[in-house]
């Protein structure tokens, strides 16, 4: 079974750091481009962050200069390193991947992890 697997959420206080962590477990050739979006209550999923195979990089407006997106393709694992938290970073993180399987792609979502940010 594939599936991504959330890490690294938690409370912080505003200024603070946090590093969020998505492995890729199951029976997978290997990952195209792999993201972050986060929703918070009331609002809609957005994309804060993305990562080609070939590690280019995309950042949503809101995060540039903050936050930072890496992967570990031997890991099947990709990270948000995020400083200079604020309280409306505040939100359900989701980690998101297009998986090369044995039928072709999936695209998959793990299962959410909580980042509070406390002024």
């Known amino acids: 079974q594939v599936q991504l697997v959330e890490s690294g959420g938690g409370l912080v206080q505003a200024g603070g750091s946090l590093r969020l962590s998505c492995a890729a477990s199951g029976t997978i050739f290997s990952i195209n481009a792999m993201a972050w979006y986060r929703q918070a209550p009331g609002k809609q999923r957005e994309l804060v962050a993305a990562?080609?195979?070939?590690?280019?990089?995309n950042y949503a407006d809101s995060v540039k200069g903050r936050f930072t997106i890496s992967r570990d393709n031997a890991k099947n694992t990709v990270y948000l390193q995020m400083n200079s938290l604020k309280p409306e970073d505040t939100a359900v993180y989701y980690c998101?991947?297009?998986?090369?399987?044995?039928?072709?792609?999936?695209?998959?979502w793990g299962q959410g992890t909580q980042v509070t940010v406390s002024s």
């Open positions: 990562i080609t195979s070939g590690g280019s990089t």
């Open positions: 998101n991947a297009d998986l090369r399987v044995g039928v072709g792609i999936m695209n998959s």
